[in-house]
Each structure stands twice: as structure tokens, then as C-alpha cells.
């Protein structure tokens, strides 16, 4: 079974410039998710996809990030502008949303780095 | 969400056996326990999930007390590849809205 899959792998921007992420989780996952992990740091919940509809988006600084799902597979997220604090790896999850058992697949993530 | 208590690193040797301790006081009804692994450079890995009493795979085993308010991650025999982060997570993982929050993990480092 192939994983969960983003690109681009590393990224380098000015700060105020925007970015995009890419992720296709695997095929039949219903439930998709973004996190931010900061270095050092656990990761952290953005964003919550159930199919192509947003389940949680409570920690998503809406003021310059976005996402979305198109057609319930693949997912983007956005951030415009960046700034400093946003350097970060970019990690997409994927879970049927039954995953008793076998839990949630991380893609490898994007690292971000905001100069 | 149940919030997770857990040792930010731990020192062990290789060919030991290391348990990792996980407090989880406000764990529900409806929590599974579930550990990750992450290693520099990816994401996480799931190593194991249970409910109650023990369950054991290829990988690890986990110990739950009956009052569930802790979980002991054991690794056994490690090897210096078994340096990561570790992560105990508690939730309800058999739910469409279910979410997974992540605390800082405890680093374990292996030394020959």
C-alpha cells in the first residue's frame, strides 16, 4: 500500500511570500489532516478534513493560511503571507476515520524554512 | 481531549528493555491509547494502540491498568535504531471526528 504522499519536501521563501503544500493520502482514506510541527516540538492540529467537507479548523491562523480537499482526496494548504515563526515541517495525515487498531499515516512532511 | 503526561527524554543501552510511562488521568470511556514513534526528518510512525489490559505486536508491547489513568509503552532488546521520539496519545480513534493531539513526546536515546 503506497503512503501518504507531499511535496515539495523542503522549501525556502522571504518572509511575506506565499507557499503551497501538496498531500495525497492513501487511496480510501476518508479523514485527512494537517499538522505543524515546530522544531523540538510535538505536532500541532491545523486543519481536520472529513472526505472533502472541514471537520476541525480551530487552530488554523485563518488570517494567512488555508486549505482544502478537493473532491475528497487530495489536499492543499496555503500560507500568504509568511512569516518568521511560520519555518516548520508541514505534516499530512491520513485515517479511514474507523482506525481502531492501526491508527493515523504521516506522510514524511514538508520542512519550511521562512527567511 | 484526555491531556498526557510523559518524560521529555530517557537514556538506555542497547539490548535493554525500556519502558515508557504515559499518565493520562482524564482518559474517557471511549479512549483508545495509542503510541507513536518519529524519527528526525519524518513523520510519525504508529507503533501500537489498546484499550485495557496488555496488548503486544512484532514491535512493542503495552501495558494498561485496569483505572486506565496510565499506559507503559515497553520496547524490548532495543538497538541504537530504536532512537526516536515517542509519543503517547489518548482519544477516541474509532470515530470520523476523532482527532489525534500530540504532547512533546519523550526522547529516547540509545547508546552502544
Known amino acids: 500500500e503506497a503512503g501518504v504522499a507531499q511535496s515539495p519536501r523542503y522549501k525556502i521563501i522571504e518572509k511575506r511570500q506565499s507557499v503551497a503544500f501538496w498531500c495525497n493520502p492513501i487511496s480510501g482514506h476518508a479523514t485527512l489532516y494537517w499538522y505543524q510541527q515546530i522544531l523540538g516540538q510535538g505536532p500541532k492540529l491545523l486543519i481536520q478534513?472529513?472526505?472533502?467537507?472541514?471537520?476541525?479548523d480551530s487552530q488554523l491562523p485563518k488570517d494567512r493560511f488555508s486549505a482544502e480537499r478537493l473532491k475528497g482526496v487530495d489536499s492543499t494548504l496555503k500560507i500568504q503571507p509568511a512569516k518568521l515563526e511560520d519555518s516548520a515541517v508541514y505534516l499530512c495525515a491520513s485515517s479511514t476515520g474507523t482506525g481502531k487498531g492501526y491508527g493515523y499515516t504521516f506522510g514524511s512532511g514538508t520542512r519550511l524554512t521562512v527567511v | 481531549l484526555a491531556k498526557t503526561t510523559q518524560p521529555i527524554s530517557m537514556d538506555s543501552y542497547e539490548g535493554q528493555e525500556v519502558n515508557i510511562t504515559c499518565s493520562h488521568n482524564n482518559i474517557a470511556t471511549n479512549d483508545y491509547i495509542t503510541w507513536y514513534q518519529q524519527f528526525p526528518s519524518q513523520g510519525p510512525r504508529f507503533i501500537i494502540q489498546?484499550?485495557?489490559t496488555k496488548v503486544t505486536n512484532e514491535v512493542a508491547s503495552l501495558f494498561i491498568p485496569a483505572d486506565r489513568k496510565s499506559s507503559t509503552l515497553s520496547l524490548p532488546r532495543v538497538s541504537l535504531s530504536d532512537t526516536a521520539v515517542y509519543y503517547c496519545l489518548v482519544g477516541d480513534d474509532d470515530s470520523s471526528a476523532s482527532k489525534i493531539i500530540f504532547g512533546s513526546g519523550t526522547r529516547l536515546s540509545i547508546r552502544p
Open positions: 489498546g484499550y485495557k
Open positions: 478534513f472529513q472526505n472533502n467537507g472541514v471537520v476541525d
